[in-house]
């Protein structure tokens, strides 16, 4: 296997503008999401440009995980103790601040709450365990969870040919991908669900996949026809995926996203065509990027993790809401004005907070 992945400075340009278009991307998804959820008329053009806006906007998370698998498998973990100490306890400290914050936030200033601390505490701690803080913030508990498995997994993957791991992703595809996207239809064509015993198999279901699929497509050169292929079929998902979830939530009468999900078929090639895009323009972009720009990507690549974190916080205080009756323009500039405003800001405060050493580790796990 081969990386021709651009270094310098112990940076990778790609997997840098991938970690800033990918939460940008997140944000649009969120802000989006109010007015999708708000109403049921698939016709407005408020609804369609929300509508079209989160549908190109969802390999972002996948993104995030294959860009986590590229970077992460490929060290070697001398030391569980100090592999938790570096990677792990950096995630279960902003877990715990940021639950903190959120659910004081949504139960006292949302909700408007008169819960007595200790019954704040009580409930806290229960939504601590089972992810009901705040909505993004599963995110953590799934990367967490996924870090776990690395020093075995790490082994495991270093040690496979290529031809191993395509096998484990095209069998990871099959059960995780195709077979969801085959009962997805069943179950709304037949209002019964598909449940094939022989596609239990948890080695290959859920986020490890993506994990596995950054690592590979980060350090092997697929055939051109390959790669073409795989690109174009994510050039086309970009279009079928606003059309298709227009098509199903009319057929159900509510928002149905089939086609939103991070294991849709259209998230699985969006993900791969705009990571084979960027490592495909790798060279290209960081020859003709200086210094100063290059510093700049950078800086703000290191603080993706930071913003997601942080970003939800900023959306309720500075977002303007867009009506259901809203004209082409004036969806399209408040949805643009929510995107500046809330992704400009996070980065700011983010850069402030992180003059303090102390602060950083509270609240980002020692991130930039």
């Not at 938790?84 to 200033?109: A, D, F, M, N, V």
């Not at 949805?335 to 950083?360: D, G």
Request: proline share 2%; glycine share 4%; hydrophobic share 50%.
């Amino acid at each position: 296997m081969s990386n021709t992945a651009h270094v310098q400075n112990n940076r990778i340009m790609y997997i840098d503008l991938l970690r800033i278009l990918s939460i940008v991307a997140v944000i649009v998804l969120h802000i989006t999401a109010s007015l999708l959820t708000r109403t049921n008329d698939f016709t407005t053009t408020s609804w369609w440009v929300s509508n079209v806006f989160n549908s190109i906007c969802r390999f972002a998370v996948p993104v995030f995980f294959m860009i986590s698998g590229a970077m992460i498998l490929r060290i070697e973990v001398k030391s569980y103790k100090g592999f938790y100490k570096k990677r792990i306890l950096p995630l279960i400290i902003p877990l715990l601040t940021w639950s903190l914050i959120y659910g004081y936030y949504k139960e006292y200033y949302i909700l408007k709450s008169q819960m007595s601390a200790y019954e704040f505490i009580l409930d806290f701690g229960k939504k601590l365990v089972t992810d009901g803080n705040y909505v993004h913030l599963w995110f953590l508990y799934a990367i967490i969870a996924i870090y776990m498995t690395v020093p075995l997994i790490g082994k495991l993957v270093r040690s496979c040919s290529e031809k191993d791991l395509r096998y484990f992703l095209i069998l990871w595809f099959i059960v995780s991908i195709l077979y969801r996207l085959v009962s997805d239809i069943f179950v709304r064509l037949t209002d019964q669900h598909l449940y094939v015993p022989s596609m239990n198999i948890p080695f290959f279901m859920g986020n490890l996949g993506y994990f596995v699929l950054g690592y590979y497509l980060f350090n092997v050169e697929l055939r051109p026809v390959i790669k073409h292929t795989l690109f174009n079929l994510g050039i086309l998902s970009f279009f079928l995926t606003p059309i298709l979830t227009y098509v199903v939530s009319s057929y159900g009468g509510v928002l149905d996203e089939m086609f939103y999900g991070n294991y849709s078929i259209t998230s699985f090639l969006m993900a791969i065509g705009v990571f084979l895009f960027f490592k495909e323009k790798d060279t290209m972009i960081s020859r003709k990027t200086n210094y100063k720009v290059k510093k700049v990507i950078g800086s703000v690549s290191t603080a993706s993790f930071s913003i997601y974190l942080i970003h939800l916080l900023v959306d309720t205080m500075v977002s303007r809401d867009v009506a259901i009756d809203a004209t082409f323009l004036e969806t399209t500039l408040s949805l643009l004005f929510n995107i500046v405003a809330i992704f400009s800001i996070s980065y700011i405060v983010v850069k402030v907070f992180n003059l303090n050493r102390w602060v950083t580790h509270i609240l980002f796990g020692g991130r930039g």
